[in-house]
């Protein structure tokens, strides 16, 4: 017997109840805020970082995706050297902490990049048509931004890689028999499919950096959690602070969570009918 359907489309009983907790304890939260000149203040403050939290979100996982699609396709190829280096590429990212890689690639890999530029570059500099760069001009903004685009590709490459070989490789062989390019089966036949496997974990790699940029305010980034940190330390409400740090990461989590949701419903949908 088939489960009875409650209003909007959700099994009796099984209503998103728990939604209708947080918005309504969301609510509240927003009107202690508003009605509260401490809680106020201290969310004045805060907000000044999400826009550093966004941006290093969006750039951070837009490069990954790229590096992750890069390293899924050599692991795929016909060459075993380009197999094996991929595999050790995803195996050694995965096995660091991405707190490690990000003190890693700010103190280690920033001052090795900027020595091996000035290497490069020195015939220019005693032409006097260049000037060498300094490791405090690398922005600590963008190392953090190459460590979690290092670290989270090795897992975006394994959602890659999973979902292209789930395409029926009897489509992959007839789309050769057609006379189809290698891009173009991957771009016609192969990426539309395997983005229907690819988009829920990759939806939520999306939200797990949105937290794990938390991580960038061990560097000084002006983050949402930096810009906690520093009004704690300075006032000593840390109970107010890290409610409203809390409060924010939520609706930025929840909220992307949901729409994301939403998306993969309509891809569904979209194939059903």
């Known amino acids: 017997m088939a489960p009875q359907q409650a209003p909007g489309g959700h099994s ?25 000149d401490i809680y106020a203040q201290v969310f004045r403050t ?6 550093v939290t966004i941006f290093v979100t969006l750039v951070g996982f837009a490069l990954a995706t790229i590096l992750g699609l890069g390293i899924a396709l050599l692991g795929l190829s016909d060459s075993v050297a380009l197999r ?9 990212i995965r096995g660091v902490p991405m707190l490690v890689l990000l003190f ?24 006097g048509f260049s000037e060498p760069v ?3 001009d690398f922005s600590l903004m963008w190392r ?13 490459a394994e959602v890659f890689r999973a ?13 050769k028999a057609l006379g189809l390019s290698r891009y173009h089966r991957f771009r016609f036949v192969v990426f539309p499919q395997a983005i229907k496997v690819i988009f829920p974990p990759l939806s939520n790699d999306f939200v797990a950096m949105v937290k794990d940029s938390s991580l960038v305010s061990v560097l000084g980034v002006s983050d949402i959690t930096q810009m906690g940190k520093i009004y704690a330390s300075g006032s000593f409400r840390f109970f107010e602070t890290y409610s409203i740090v809390t409060y924010i990461y939520l609706i ?9 949701r939403q998306v993969e419903k309509r891809m569904r949908g979209r194939d059903q009918r």
Request: charged share 10%; proline share 3%; no cysteine.
């Open 84 to 92: 094996q280096t991929s595999r050790f590429y995803i195996e050694v």
């Open 12 to 36: 009796k009983g099984d209503y998103p109840w728990w939604l209708v907790a947080l918005v309504v304890i969301g609510i509240v939260l927003a009107v202690v805020i508003i009605s509260n």
């Open 144 to 156: 953090a931004i190459i460590a979690l685009m290092i670290g989270y590709s090795s897992f975006i």
């Open 252 to 260: 930025l989590t929840i909220g992307l969570s949901l729409a994301l």
């Open 104 to 127: 890693y690639v700010a103190f280690v890999g920033a001052p090795s990049i900027v020595a091996a530029y000035n290497f490069l570059t020195t015939p220019l500099v005693r032409a």
């Open 163 to 175: 979902g292209i070989q789930s395409v029926d490789h009897g489509q992959i062989e007839a789309a």
């Open 46 to 51: 805060i907000f000044n970082g999400v826009g």
């Open 134 to 136: 300094m490791v405090r």
